[in-house]
């Protein structure tokens, strides 16, 4: 049996489809306007490349993986570890779970124009959270962590609402935060902090 070279036939193929590309009449203008979109797409693709390998832009999560059945069992999102916690370096850690059909905690307070750092986990099935009025928007998928860092410019109580049908009390779902000016925030009473990673 005779074969032939692959690279050979591939560089052929290219050839052809670059031929007959050249042989269909493009409109001079049509031409114009391609080359630009092209070039629009490009200088997006540049943009998302360069944010991803030198800023460090990823999706939320980071796929940060978490066991949901057993995150309940004295680790990081075990119920007193929920909620707002300052740690040793000074940054604002949010813990918060969804389930069906509300956040837990119900109502967190949090101190205005400093970063924040939300790490949100489901219980169940899929969850979003929006708060209105905020950049706060992202789907909460079961098993892993979405984490999210943002600062609330405003004082004022925020509503924090699921925003992914997750079954018949979907509409009910929702939760409370309070923006505190930054000055009269009081960071909460620290509890014993109960396993740092969950990724076992
Ligand atoms: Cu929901």
Not at 50 to 68: C, L, M, Q, R, W
Not at 154 to 166: A, H, Q, R, S, T
Not at 177 to 191: G, N, Q, R, T
């Amino acid at each position: 049996m005779q074969t032939e070279p692959i690279k050979p036939k591939y560089g052929q193929l290219l050839r052809d489809f670059v031929a007959q590309l050249r042989a269909i009449h493009i409109d001079q203008l049509e031409r114009k306007w391609i080359t630009l979109s092209m070039l629009v797409v490009g200088l997006f693709v540049g943009i998302i490349t360069i944010d991803a390998f030198f800023h460090g832009v990823n999706p939320p999560s980071k796929v940060e993986t978490v066991d949901s059945a057993s995150m309940h069992l004295n680790k990081e999102f075990a119920e007193d570890n929920l909620g707002v916690q300052v740690d040793d370096k000074g940054n604002v850690i949010i813990r918060m779970v969804a389930g069906r059909y509300t956040f837990f905690p119900k109502h967190i307070s949090v101190p205005s124009e400093t970063p924040l750092t939300f790490r949100w986990v489901s219980m169940d099935v899929l969850h979003g959270v929006h708060i209105p009025m905020t950049n706060m928007s992202t789907m909460i998928v079961p098993g892993y962590v979405a984490e999210i860092t943002t600062t609330f410019p405003k004082p004022g109580d925020y509503p924090v609402l699921c925003n992914e049908y997750c079954g018949l009390g979907h509409n009910h779902m929702w939760s409370n935060i309070s923006v505190i000016a930054k000055e009269d925030w009081k960071v909460p009473v620290k509890l014993p902090a109960k396993g740092g990673s969950n990724n076992e």
